[in-house]
């Protein structure tokens, strides 16, 4: 689904095609490759996805695409010292290193991965109107990850990108978790993954099952 939807937004967009997502994250790169790929597009990735796709290439159970695909392209932020595992990397892929230069100059055939980080590199790559911003991961649920969000919808105001969140959430709705409760009909259910334990006890009060909420310095018995 979420590939899907990140394909739609890549058809219907004329110019750059910015998207954000967690580093290591292989199934969204995977998504984003075959959406780039799907519409004509190539994929720019960052030399970190870079040097990640370039380990990981012989691993057969990911079914990664390769650095060395015609449709994959490395974005190079301007930067005075390299890394040793980026010079490895530019003398292994010499011809696929763009940068923010080369991004302006073809916005219509780019999907750039670009993180909060990268930002700064849109002052050269200049979007042009009609460009847009995918943000494909979690919402932020720290102090800090606000406060990066906000930023990033700063900078994104500042380049006049409309943000699109396509993502799919590991976190599961309150009625769904009861479903799941009632269709595996456990004897007992320890309630760990929430900030408010008492209100998950209240609410599945009418399940037939005992619910614990574990207190800290206490040892339970799981059998």
Avoid at 56 to 67: A, S, T, V, Y
Avoid at 133 to 149: A, C, G, K, T, V
């Amino acid at each position: 689904e979420v590939k899907e939807k990140i394909g739609q937004v890549v058809a219907n967009t004329g110019r750059l095609v910015l998207a954000g997502f967690y580093l290591n994250d292989v199934d969204r790169l995977t998504s984003f490759w075959q959406a780039a790929r799907e519409n004509g597009r190539q994929l720019a990735i960052s030399t970190k996805q870079a040097w990640m796709v370039h380990n990981l290439r012989d691993d057969k159970h990911l079914n990664l695409f390769r650095l060395d695909d015609p449709g994959l392209l490395i974005f190079q932020r301007e930067k005075r010292r390299l890394y040793e595992w980026e010079k490895v990397l530019i003398e292994c892929y010499p011809d696929k290193f763009i940068d923010s230069y080369y991004a302006s100059a073809h916005q219509d055939e780019l999907l750039l991965a670009a993180s909060f980080w990268d930002m700064n590199e849109m002052v050269e790559v200049r979007p042009e109107p009609g460009s847009i911003y995918i943000l494909s991961q979690s919402e932020p649920f720290n102090e800090q990850m606000e406060i990066d969000y906000n930023k990033l919808l700063n900078w994104l105001e500042v380049c006049g990108l409309p943000l699109y969140q396509i993502h799919a959430s590991g976190h599961v709705n309150p009625d769904q978790l009861k479903w799941a409760i009632k269709e595996i009909n456990p004897r007992k259910v320890y309630v760990i993954h929430t900030e408010r334990p008492e209100l998950v006890e209240t609410y599945m009060g009418d399940l037939k099952i005992e619910l614990v909420c574990p207190e800290e310095g206490i040892e339970y018995q799981l059998s």
